[in-house]
T-cell receptor, first 114, second 113 residues
């Protein structure tokens, strides 16, 4: 069965420092991987996705993520965090070999302090 | 364009009552989805529709029903609400292929008392 794990409920970083939000996945075949962000009282906004090709994916608002097949990970990163990046981040996976729908992780709350 | 609209924004409902959450998209997407979001559980799929006229069950379908009479609309109905259905409900849509991004509506906050 497909699954996604976000091992950290909350990540705290100082403004200007690099940030990483972790995601690991489990699928039977090759995955399609997605990152979404949710600001308070809003819907989810798409950040980036990995389908195939280059393992480093660049997305919206300066975010990027690296697909690592051997570690089954897809960590979200940003070189320099902003206070406005504070939000809830969700990783999601879809198994390429099935007609499955998106499976979401439980979310990681990112807090960026000035 | 508006993208995806949901109504109502929020609702308080007495247990045992029925309610329909509305979802409309203007992107002519083939596929539509309903999720519920609960603290500590992330988003869980309730029902989906790959194309107009077809629907399927997701991870947590019990107590919910959907219909897809046309491309744009995908209402979610609670026939007899229970307190455990208190949640935030999100509608999403995509073009329908496995590689396609799902786009989300603003959500409906439902409280069942």
């Amino acid at each position: 069965a497909q699954s996604v794990a976000q091992p950290e409920d909350q990540v705290n970083v100082a403004e200007g420092n690099p940030l990483t939000v972790k995601c690991t996945y489990s699928v039977s075949g090759n995955p399609y991987l997605f990152w979404y962000v949710q600001y308070p009282n809003r819907g989810l906004q798409f950040l980036l996705k990995y389908i195939t090709g280059d393992n480093l994916v660049k997305g919206s608002y300066g975010f990027e993520a690296e697909f690592n097949k051997s570690q089954t990970s897809f960590h979200l990163k940003k070189p320099s965090a902003l206070v406005s990046d504070s939000a809830l981040y969700f990783c999601a996976v879809r198994d390429r070999g099935s007609q499955g729908n998106l499976i979401f992780g439980k979310g990681t709350k990112l807090s960026v302090k000035p | 364009t508006a993208g995806i609209t949901q109504a109502p924004t929020s609702q308080i409902l007495a247990a045992g009552r029925s309610m329909t959450l509305r979802c409309t998209q203007d992107m002519r997407h083939n596929a539509m989805y309903w999720y519920r979001q609960d603290l500590g559980l992330g988003l869980r799929l309730i029902h989906y529709s790959n194309t107009a006229g077809t629907t399927g069950k997701g991870e947590v379908p019990d107590g919910y029903s959907v219909s897809r009479a046309n491309t744009d609309d995908f209402p979610l109905t609670l026939a007899s609400a229970v307190p455990s259905q208190t949640s935030v409900y999100f509608c999403a849509s995509s073009e329908g292929r496995l590689t396609d991004t799902q786009y989300f509506g603003p959500g409906t906050r439902l409280t069942v008392l």
